[in-house]
């Protein structure tokens, strides 16, 4: 018999396997341990509570599935802190996963509305769904949620559904293993001055190619790169016409690792386009990641509806929430320009990094856009070029 200990998210209280007891070097939960559970994930379940509420504000949601479900946190905190009449189904294929989770579950008496199934996720989503399908599955896997996509798009609704996906697979994604990334990914990743938003993209364009072979569309509501993941929450609905004009959206980035430049090329309309260093001496070869989904990941009317549903119960969640959510609304409208990590320029062009706002200033006098970005607080994202940003920054320096 495993020993449960109590925990507290948001507003909820459950139980799970003693995470100290099975905490590695760096405070990370071991795999191995009875039932798993992971407290530095709470900010990713706190804005899925969030990005759920505010979905529901516009769709129907009648039921929900969460195929990995461990001790059945995420989906008892979605039952317990988003209000609707739905229904969830939880399944893992640990069995002492489906015991606690069951008895979290009866603890809030949410026998009625929830049940939960020992199985393995694929198998469960495609025959689970059969009779009624779901209008939100939330893939939060150990490493990469791709195994999982095909069978939770084909579960999902056809008249739309809302896809959360968790990737902690960083190393493939950010460019130390290219070629693992395009075995999973379809696409290269590399390593760029705006890595962790390649990893967004790769995990998106994945997306887009496995609904576009089932006939589906795909709206990006948001995206999250925080600690050691990334995280997308996506409407995917059937549309082949949508999902033909959306072949436009998959590119490729190319990257000069010494002058920065960089170039995002539709694969669809690929012209061999001469790349326009913008440093003298800079080595001939560049360097590629993609295919790759180019097009938005925010969508502004999302965003600020989670905002809102967050203002009504603040103290509810963790203290870093608002200030993601905030400056998701403030880079939402320039994520066409891949954000630039300034320590990164610094580092190329041999500079002292001056304050991050005083290159926005710096950049916003000479009538480009600048904005912060969730990303990181090191990097900014405008819509000017890299010479432009560089010689911002050697007038602050005086380099
Ligand atoms: C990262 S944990 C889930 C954590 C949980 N979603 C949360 O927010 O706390 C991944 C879970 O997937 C389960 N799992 C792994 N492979 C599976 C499979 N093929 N089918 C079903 N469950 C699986 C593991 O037992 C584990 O509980
Ligand atoms: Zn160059």
């Not at 039921?63 to 893992?92: H, M, Q, T």
């Not at 997306?207 to 072979?213: E, G, H, L, N, R």
């Not at 925010?298 to 600020?304: C, R, V």
């Not at 200030?323 to 990164?344: Q, R, T």
């Amino acid at each position: 018999m495993t020993s449960l200990k109590e925990y507290t998210e948001g507003r909820t209280t459950f139980l799970t396997a003693d995470v100290e007891e099975h905490t590695a070097e760096k405070g990370q939960p071991t795999t191995d341990m009875p039932v798993f559970y992971n407290p530095r994930m709470r900010i990713n379940r706190d804005l899925s509570v969030l990005f759920l509420g505010a979905y529901m504000k516009d769709h129907d949601v009648k039921l929900i599935c969460e195929p990995l479900a461990g001790s059945g946190v995420r989906s008892l905190r979605y039952l317990n802190e988003v209000p609707g009449e739905y229904d969830a189904l939880l399944c893992d294929v640990n069995p002492v996963a489906i015991e606690t989770a069951t008895k979290n579950i009866e603890r809030y008496g949410f026998q009625d509305r929830a049940r939960v199934l020992k199985g393995d996720a694929k198998v469960l989503l495609m025959t689970e769904s059969r009779g009624k399908r779901f209008d939100f599955v939330d893939i939060d896997p150990f490493g990469s949620p791709v195994p999982y996509l095909n069978a939770a798009i084909q579960s999902l609704n056809p008249k739309g559904g809302l896809l959360g996906l968790t990737a902690t697979d960083m190393p493939a994604l950010c460019g130390v293993y290219p070629k693992v990334a395009l075995r999973k990914y379809g696409g290269l990743s590399t390593r760029a001055p705006f890595v962790h938003e390649l990893a967004v993209r790769l995990l998106l364009g994945r997306v887009y190619s496995i609904a576009a072979m089932n006939g589906c569309s795909i709206k990006p509501l948001a995206v999250l790169s925080t600690d050691h993941y990334i995280r997308a929450w996506i409407h995917v609905k059937t549309s082949r016409t949508e999902s033909n004009a959306q072949a436009d959206s998959i590119g490729t980035v190319r990257l000069c690792r010494s002058c920065l430049h960089t170039e995002i090329s539709p694969l669809r309309d690929y012209k061999d386009s001469v790349f326009e260093h913008k440093r003298e001496n800079c080595p001939a070869d560049t360097t590629y990641a993609g295919p790759l989904w180019t097009g938005s990941f925010f969508d502004l009317s999302t965003l600020k509806s989670a905002m809102l549903f967050h203002n009504e119960e603040s103290s509810a969640y963790d203290k870093r929430v608002p200030e993601l959510l905030e400056l998701m609304i403030e880079e939402h409208g320039l994520v066409m320009y891949p954000y630039m990590d300034i320590h990164e320029v610094c580092d190329a062009y041999n500079m002292t990094p001056p304050k991050r706002s005083d290159i926005m200033d710096g950049l916003i006098t000479k009538g480009y856009q600048a904005k912060r970005t969730h990303f990181r607080s090191t990097a900014i994202r405008t819509d000017a070029p890299i010479d432009a940003i560089v010689s911002v920054i050697r007038n602050l320096t005086g380099g």
